[in-house]
């Protein structure tokens, strides 16, 4: 686990009139869930990007735990991302679907196979091992992209609007299974919503964005 800071950091898109962050300093606390709350191009997606190393910081500096990643390639930084639209792989398996980034990386089968098993079982996916994304439910998908997430071991996690892409039903039902899983995982985590309500929910800390600034901090 590690916490997260960010240096007056800065991300200012080429071609654009203004920063889409202006210069953001956040500490996120070892084993944290923060939740970013905006409205659409507030700039939340582009503080995951900054931190997971998908987008170049134009100014000031990231840290995961005392390590300055401001430079550090993306696969190297230890942060995790699920993305808006799970991104699953359909002609695999959830097995597959939650290994794959453990093969990419040279994984042996038996240690893959074990850490696939043990991320399954931490999110209630042991049952669905066999299926292949089609045949599951959009919650379900989700937690197959959150397996695939943690089954790398990251230090810092990061969920972006989990919940917009579900119907109103699986919103509410994932709304209060997530908080659980989150705590399982027991990772530091930066997830990311429109709604206020949400972000209450599923952070142990709202912080709200504006163009890239933070309004307000709560408890
Ligand atoms: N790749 C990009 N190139 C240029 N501008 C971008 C890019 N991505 C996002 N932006 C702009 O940056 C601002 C913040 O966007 P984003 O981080 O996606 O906000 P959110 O995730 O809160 O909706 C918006 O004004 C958006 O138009
Ligand atoms: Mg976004």
Do not use: I
Not at 55 to 67: A, F, K, T, Y
Not at 83 to 90: E, G, V
Not at 157 to 180: F, K
């Amino acid at each position: 686990m590690s916490s997260v800071t960010f240096l007056d950091a800065q991300r200012w898109y080429p071609g654009a009139d203004a920063p889409a962050v202006p210069g953001l300093d956040l500490v996120v606390g070892d084993g944290e869930v923060v939740a970013l709350l905006g409205p659409a191009g507030s700039g939340k997606s582009t503080v995951l990007r900054m931190l997971a190393g998908l987008e170049e910081v134009s100014r000031g500096r990231v840290l995961v735990g005392d390590r300055d990643v401001t430079s550090v390639p993306a696969r190297e930084r230890g942060v995790a991302v699920v993305f808006q639209n799970y991104a699953l792989h359909p002609h695999l398996s959830v097995a597959e679907n939650v290994g794959y980034a453990l093969e990419l990386v040279g994984v042996a089968e038996d240690e893959r196979r074990a850490r696939v098993e043990e991320a399954a079982a931490l999110l209630g996916l042991t049952d669905l091992l066999d299926q292949r994304p089609e045949a599951l439910s959009d919650g379900q998908r989700q937690r197959v992209a959150l397996g695939r997430a943690v089954v790398r071991r990251p230090q810092v996690l990061c969920l972006d609007e989990p919940l917009s892409n579900l119907d109103l039903a699986m919103r509410a039902r994932a709304l209060s299974d997530l908080p659980g899983l989150l705590a399982r995982v027991g990772v530091t985590t930066l997830v990311t919503t429109r709604e206020p309500v949400e972000a209450a929910v599923l952070g142990h800390r709202v912080v709200e964005l504006r163009d890239g600034r933070v309004q307000q901090r709560q408890r």
